[in-house]
């Protein structure tokens, strides 16, 4: 059985190991500083574990285990939009309903904290990032480079999403 919740700083550690699993495995999907994030103190994560005003982590766990995370907070240059950052699925629990579960959860949060629509960006050529998102209802606005925690400057999509529209767009929990 899957269950999703908004994190709290009782997970700071569960969320630093599949953080840093995320951007040293699958490193070219993620715009961030893998160094930074390596150097990252327990108060730190405990941080980023914690909800705050426009900003949570969402878990998906399965038997207690964490196996998949999605974050939200304002977007720097028009905090009334959330960004949608870090999501990731642990090799095991792809190809299911996980995704979706915390999608759903995380777009009934933005609701409910007054967001009516959310962006985040895709690495040009991340296929089933892109495939899954634009079933959701998200459209491509924009194109910029970025820094990956590969290491690598390439093409990061910008896209937006309604997470009204995208409520209407579930898929079935398996
Ligand atoms: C992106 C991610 C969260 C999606 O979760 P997932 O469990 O893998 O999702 P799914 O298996 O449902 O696949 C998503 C879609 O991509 C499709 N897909 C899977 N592999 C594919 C491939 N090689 N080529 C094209 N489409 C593919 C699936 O068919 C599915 O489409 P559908 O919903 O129409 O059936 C997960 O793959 C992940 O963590 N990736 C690495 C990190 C990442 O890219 N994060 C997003 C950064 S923006």
């Not at 961030?32 to 766990?61: Q, V």
């Not at 038997?63 to 960004?83: F, M, Q």
């Not at 190809?95 to 949060?109: D, H, M, Q, S």
Request: hydrophobic share 45%.
């Amino acid at each position: 059985m899957t269950t999703v919740r908004a994190l709290t700083f009782h997970d700071a550690a569960a969320l630093a190991t599949v953080r840093l699993e995320a951007l040293e495995n699958h490193g070219r999907f993620f715009t961030a500083d893998i160094d930074a994030e390596r150097g990252r103190t327990r108060a730190d994560w405990e941080a980023a574990a914690t909800e705050t005003t426009g900003a949570a982590m969402f878990g998906a766990f399965r038997d207690g285990k964490l196996v998949a995370i999605a974050g939200v907070k304002p977007l720097p240059d028009d905090p009334a939009i959330a960004y949608w950052h870090s999501d990731y699925v642990r090799d095991g629990a792809r190809g299911g309903a996980v995704i979706g579960f915390l999608c759903r959860t995380r777009e009934a949060w933005c609701r409910d904290h007054g967001y009516d629509e959310a962006r985040f960006t895709i690495r040009k050529g991340n296929v089933v990032a892109e495939a899954y998102y634009t079933w959701r209802g998200a459209v491509v606005i924009g194109e910029e480079p970025r820094r990956f925690a590969d290491g690598q400057t390439a093409a990061a999509r910008w896209y937006r999403l309604p997470v009204l529209l995208a409520q209407k767009r579930q898929k079935t929990l398996g």
